[in-house]
């Protein structure tokens, strides 16, 4: 708005600048403003409804996929998602000894459950007969077992020996007890060429056996050396122990036997604060800080001689 002076009568009136020829611009302006607002409103509104209708549809859809397929040229059947729930129950793990025929009976036993929804759809039907066989089948394998157990019984055979039960139950929280876990290693290794990285698998056991059978045999092998001699660490001979060291002496070597078959091999924390407190080596600097790996690798070497020395004596 703006004032306008009057020469003829002195007044002052107001005169609207949006106002011309009797329209009104500036109340236009607003009326139009608000027509798109009201568009804008009922845009936003179609989009909210039609996102929700989208989303019931995709429920309902979701919900039917456990109903007959209808729509797949008339075939009836239940649905995918369904079947591969059912189906990967059927691993190479579980050793079923016919995996082939126990899938056809879980997918005609599906197929029976949905087949007769639809009118004129051909009824499929899943016999007791048909469900005895299924049942025997899963009954000779191993339904039981999750893929977690079985990945830990092979882990659990890396670290143990393959027939010691008791461990490698352990190893699996106790998830499978040792008869349970016997059973199923009989068959494992009957088996194993089923698995689809079975030779992968059984190369890595093979390999971890090998220091499995070392650390087993270690403890024997030194305890018959030590135990040769009235008086080990003054008697004591290491005949084929001749990896020259800086670090350790035919002494030391001696002395980290006689402590290894006291204190337990592989207890390598507690044998290094042994050799710390060692009299005889008190002043054997470089032996006294070496650390756990270091005692550890020694000792792998020492024992390893003693193999020598044994396999020398049985061939004698």
């Known amino acids: 708005m703006k004032e306008k002076f009057s020469t003829a009568n002195f007044d002052m009136t107001t005169c609207n600048l949006y106002q011309f020829e009797d329209v009104d611009y500036l109340k236009e302006k607003r009326m139009d403003a ?7 409103v009922i845009e936003m509104l179609d989009a909210e409804t039609a996102e929700t209708t989208r ?12 109903c007959p397929n209808i ?4 075939n009836v059947g239940v649905s995918m998602d369904a ?34 929804y639809v009118q004129g759809a051909e009824v499929k039907i899943f016999t007791p007969e048909l469900k005895i066989e299924k049942e025997l089948l899963e009954s000779k394998g191993f339904p039981e077992w999750d893929r977690r157990e079985y990945q830990k ?3 659990a055979l890396e ?21 349970e876990v016997q059973k199923y290693a009989i068959v494992f290794f009957q088996k194993i060429d089923t698995l689809h990285d079975g030779a992968k698998i059984l190369a890595k056991i093979q390999r971890a056996q090998k220091n499995v059978n070392f650390n087993m045999k270690a403890p024997y092998l030194i305890r018959n050396k030590v135990r040769h001699y009235q008086n080990p660490i003054e008697d004591m001979n290491l005949h084929f122990a001749t990896q020259k060291s800086k670090f350790f002496s035919k002494e ?16 390598w924390p507690e044998i290094k604060r042994a050799v710390r407190r060692e009299a005889r080596c008190r002043f054997d600097h470089l032996f006294v800080t070496r650390s756990e790996e270091d005692l550890k690798k020694r000792v792998i070497y020492l024992v390893q001689s003693l193999e020598k020395e044994e396999a020398e004596a049985n061939r004698k």
Do not use: W
């Not at 989303?55 to 456990?66: D, F, G, H, I, T």
């Open 71 to 74: 729509y797949s040229n008339g």
């Open 83 to 116: 079947k591969k729930k059912r189906l990967a129950k059927i691993t190479d793990f579980r050793f079923y000894p016919d995996p082939y025929r126990l899938r056809e009976l879980i997918e005609l036993e599906m197929d029976s459950k949905y087949s007769g």
């Open 55 to 66: 989303r019931k549809v995709k429920k309902n859809m979701a919900e039917s996929s456990l």
């Open 159 to 179: 670290l143990f020996a393959t027939d010691d039960y008791m461990n490698i139950s352990k190893h699996m929280a106790g998830s499978k007890t040792p008869l």
């Open 34 to 40: 608000e027509a798109q607002m009201k568009r804008r």
């Open 153 to 155: 019984f092979v882990q």
């Open 252 to 267: 030391s070597d001696v002395v980290l036997l006689c402590l290894t078959d006291r204190l337990g091999y592989g207890n």
